[in-house]
């Protein structure tokens, strides 16, 4: 128990970002999609959930208080995937991404031994990612969170993670280190999953899957193959799934656009515990192995968990594994003390 506890999928809410993009057009679209995607039901619970949590979301003191309660020592805080507003344009984006670093890394300064952040990067604007990503290593950021894709510039093809005008991105993350969190915002099965919360129960392990086969497939974990990728939601439906993916790289000339099967690329990422199953959890780390796997709680929100380590401890792991997820993976990761 010498190693602390670290919950890396915590979240943070930036008034100031909303602030930046009230008005803007552009951004009633954007709500006007995420309506149509999640459904009244949804939205009608969303918002009296997340104004119940704003003190946790905002404030460090109470935030110190529930990682107390829950048993987690030290927390990697991205803010909510709602502040990506990735239909911004090029003016815009920076102002959010330089918002959502600063205000970060401030929250985080406020209780540095127990708290870590990461920021943004416009993924819409692959041209200013690098530079924003050095902005977030610059306020002493860990690294910055990702979606799964964004809509292109002025209506172009949507960028996917596989797409070649993310490469200096990629090359510049694995040059400095940097963590890059993977949490999906919204699915693009759109209203199909209008009702029952499909939206996020269904389209977020979809995303997950989506995006992690696009930098498997198309090569860009060949090409960086340092890079340092966390998966949120135990990576989807992607590693209890990845037979398939393994015969059709066998099997269809084109799925062979990466050099290995595709399983051998998940024991190079790494991937939170959040999957709501200890079966699912004990299979996750089967397929990836016990040093890929990361505590995560998705603080503090309905989707998540109040109490990751009794999660964690239900998925009957030897003591050795137990630890290394409990927090020995996330600790040589970032690199504590």
């Known amino acids: 128990m010498t190693v602390p506890t670290v919950d890396i999928h915590a979240h943070l809410l930036l008034p100031e970002i909303e602030e930046a993009v009230a008005g803007h057009p552009g951004l009633a679209g954007a709500q006007g999609l995420d309506a149509r995607r999640n459904g009244p039901a949804a939205l009608a619970v ?7 949590r704003v003190p946790r979301l905002t404030d460090v ?8 309660e829950a048993g987690v020592d030290v927390q990697l805080v991205s803010p909510s995937p709602g502040h990506y507003h990735y239909w911004a344009g090029p003016r815009l984006a920076d102002t959010v991404c330089r918002s959502a670093n600063e205000g970060t890394a401030a929250h985080c300064a406020k ?11 416009p993924l819409q604007h692959p041209d200013l990612a690098p530079a924003l990503l050095d902005h977030a290593l610059e306020q002493g950021l860990r690294g910055v969170e990702i979606s799964s894709h964004a809509p292109g510039p002025g209506g172009t093809r949507e960028v996917e993670l596989s797409d070649p005008r993310l490469a200096p991105f990629w090359a510049r993350a694995e040059e400095k280190g940097a963590l890059i969190f993977l949490h999906p915002f919204g699915c693009t099965l759109d209203e199909r999953l209008d009702r ?20 498997i497939f198309s090569g860009v974990l060949d090409r960086h193959p340092g890079l340092k990728l966390v998966a949120a939601h135990g990576g989807g439906y992607l590693p209890t799934h990845i037979g398939r993916s393994d015969h059709a790289w066998r099997v269809r000339p084109d799925a ?11 024991r190079r990422l790494y991937f939170d515990s959040l999957v709501h199953d200890p079966l699912v959890l004990r299979a996750l780390i089967g397929t990836v192995g016990p040093d890929r796997v990361l505590l995560g709680s998705d603080f ?3 989707m998540g968990t109040d109490d990751p380590l009794g999660a964690l401890r239900a998925a009957g792991l030897p003591d050795h594994d137990f630890h290394a997820v409990r927090g020995g993976n996330a ?7």
Do not use: I, K
């Not at 003191?61 to 107390?68: E, T």
């Not at 062979?256 to 998940?266: A, Q, V």
């Not at 600790?331 to 003390?337: E, G, I, K, R, V």
């Open 46 to 52: 969303n918002g009296p959930m997340v104004g119940a």
């Open 61 to 68: 003191a109470v935030r110190l208080a529930a990682m107390d």
């Open 300 to 302: 503090p929100f309905d």
């Open 196 to 215: 029952w919360y499909l939206s996020n129960t269904v389209g977020q392990p979809t995303e997950n899957a989506v995006a992690l086969s696009h930098l």
């Open 111 to 121: 209780a540095p031994d127990r708290l870590h952040g990461l920021g943004l990067v």
């Open 331 to 337: 600790a040589a990761l970032l690199d504590l003390a």
């Open 256 to 266: 062979r656009s990466c050099s290995r099967e595709p399983s051998s690329y998940l």
